[in-house]
């Protein structure tokens, strides 16, 4: 109960918008944004200053209640909490709705109320009318998209936080997916970014020794990029390029001609959506866990570039562990000096297991803040779970236990690594990379996937470049060396 009223508190500035959106899909949305910034400020800060009330009374309250009681407190205010966001942001979309994704396939430390909210919005989000989606096409490629496109579809494949999608075909017979931004949602978006402190300043009130500029100003600069497709565009066509021809990674080609800053339009991909692959025997879904887990930390390593958005419905599955990559909106592009500085903290922590070197290198790094009086084995203790599954040579399973402990040392205030949790922070640089820690192990966690992490680990690194260890990582091999990645 502890670990779960922290998590709410937490999150609540982040994930009640979230809530709000996801209760709303349940009717269709009004189809004019309310982008105002006073208005969304407005609403905001209504949001979360009655939200702090409530929990402030409900901890009041259960300071000398029996744990009965105070299990019932806690589930009324996870309640009432969601009917008031309901309320006050309605139909909402634009960052409110991004973050609230980005936390929508967050594991079992989040209140099941808020969860089942989130859960919503995994794949779908309301729909705009074809008029406004005409309306665009119109605007950006000059003709209504009956004239552009030979057919397009009426009613969207899949819809976001800031566009929707619709199948269509083009007139030289090319299948493809076309990615309509919401009219005005970039003014939302800026008006909700402007409205950073009061979405993410509880960070700072909860951990004392955390410092929330780089991260709203990490998240701030991925989201304005989100807005602009070209950018979009111009970061699927380095993964297209990387990738082509891959044995079990797919990215879809842009289609240039029929792209703008608010139109995408991409080779249409086939496949499962993740709800299905939880129903494929246990040797399929470990064969999806691979290909995504070398995809994330492939990118990083081999490409110097991490696709940000590891959420289930960017994904699309076929059997042998092919998988179709969407979505390059949210992507984060490492220096080599930040490479670099990886590097060094997995030797330090996995290849030397120093505990001193240890700390000496998360310090250097900006992450460790002061705990002068936190042993060196505190310190090697706490971010060793982060590096478990790759700590020894061995068959582990990622499981949803492991994730929510993952969650836990980020948001658990209440918990046994309190005061190790008081002296850190993030960097800018660190920031999306957490999305690994925070997001794909819990999809990992729904496969329950078992493989040796370790050995998989080695393969990519490029400063141990391990031989492959598994079926997959051979024809991975031959791929690279026909492609002269190495």
């Known amino acids: 109960m502890r670990g779960r009223s922290a998590v709410v508190a937490a999150l609540s500035a982040a994930t009640a918008s979230a809530v709000a959106i996801a209760l709303v899909t349940r009717r269709r949305a009004t189809e004019r944004l309310r982008s105002g910034r006073a208005e969304r400020t407005t609403e905001l800060v209504k949001l979360t200053t009655s939200a702090g009330a409530n929990y402030a009374r409900m901890q009041a309250t259960a300071a000398f209640a029996s744990e009965e009681k105070k299990a019932e407190l806690q589930a009324r205010f996870e309640l009432q909490t969601a009917e008031q966001v309901a309320e006050v942001l309605g139909n909402m979309k634009g960052a409110v709705m991004k973050l609230g994704q980005m936390a929508s396939y967050l594991d079992g430390g989040l209140p099941e109320p808020v969860r089942e909210a989130l859960a919503q919005m995994q794949q779908d989000a309301p729909p705009m009318s074809f008029e406004l989606v005409a309306g665009v096409i119109e605007s950006e490629l000059g003709a209504h998209p009956d004239e552009v496109f030979e057919s397009f579809e009426r009613e969207p494949m899949a819809a976001a936080s800031i566009g929707q999608v619709h199948r269509a075909v083009t007139r030289d017979g090319r299948a493809v997916a076309?990615?309509?931004?919401?009219?005005?949602?970039?003014?939302?978006?800026?008006?909700?970014?402007?409205?950073?402190?009061?979405l993410f300043g509880a960070m700072g009130m909860l951990f004392s020794g955390?410092?929330?500029?780089?991260?709203?100003?990490?998240?701030?600069?991925?989201?304005?990029?989100?807005?602009?497709?070209r950018i979009e565009a111009a970061n699927q066509r380095r993964f297209v390029e990387y990738y082509r021809g891959h044995p079990t990674i797919s990215v879809p080609d842009v289609v240039d001609e029929h792209s703008t800053e608010r139109v995408l339009c991409t080779?249409?991909?086939?496949?499962?959506?993740?709800?299905?692959?939880?129903?494929w025997s246990q040797a399929e879904r470990n064969l999806a866990a691979e290909s995504l887990y070398r995809f994330a930390f492939g990118g990083i390593y081999r490409l110097g570039v991490f696709n940000g958005d590891p959420h289930p419905g960017n994904y699309l599955f076929n059997p042998g562990g092919k998988v179709v990559f969407l979505d390059y909106g949210l992507c984060k592009t490492f220096t080599p000096e930040e490479i670099k500085s990886?590097?060094?903290?997995?030797?330090a922590m996995?290849?030397?297991?120093d505990p001193a070197e240890v700390r000496a290198e998360w310090t250097q790094q900006g992450v460790l803040t002061g705990g002068d009086h936190l042993s060196d084995a505190a310190v090697f203790d706490y971010f060793s779970h982060f590096f478990e599954q790759v700590m020894n040579d061995e068959v582990t399973e990622i499981t949803s236990e492991y994730a929510s402990d993952s969650l836990r040392r980020y948001f658990d205030l209440s918990g046994p690594h309190a005061e190790m949790m008081k002296s850190v922070t993030l960097p800018s640089s660190m920031v999306i990379i957490q999305r690994i820690n925070l997001g794909l192990y819990a999809l990992f966690?729904?496969?329950?996937?078992?493989?040796?992490?370790?050995?998989?680990?080695?393969?990519?690194?490029?400063?141990?470049?391990?031989?492959?260890?598994t079926p997959m990582g051979?024809?991975?091999?031959a791929w690279e060396i026909e492609r002269g990645h190495r």
């Open 342 to 347: 990886f590097e060094r903290l997995i030797v």
């Open 210 to 229: 955390l410092d929330p500029a780089p991260i709203v100003n990490e998240l701030r600069d991925r989201l304005v990029e989100e807005l602009d497709y």
């Open 267 to 279: 080779e249409l991909a086939t496949g499962a959506r993740w709800a299905d692959l939880l129903g």
């Open 350 to 353: 996995v290849l030397h297991g």
């Open 474 to 477: 051979e024809r991975i091999r």
């Open 445 to 469: 966690g729904e496969l329950r996937a078992e493989n040796n992490w370790r050995r998989l680990a080695e393969e990519i690194w490029p400063f141990v470049d391990r031989d492959p260890s």
């Open 178 to 198: 076309v990615k309509v931004q919401y009219p005005g949602v970039d003014e939302a978006i800026r008006a909700d970014l402007d409205n950073s402190d009061l």
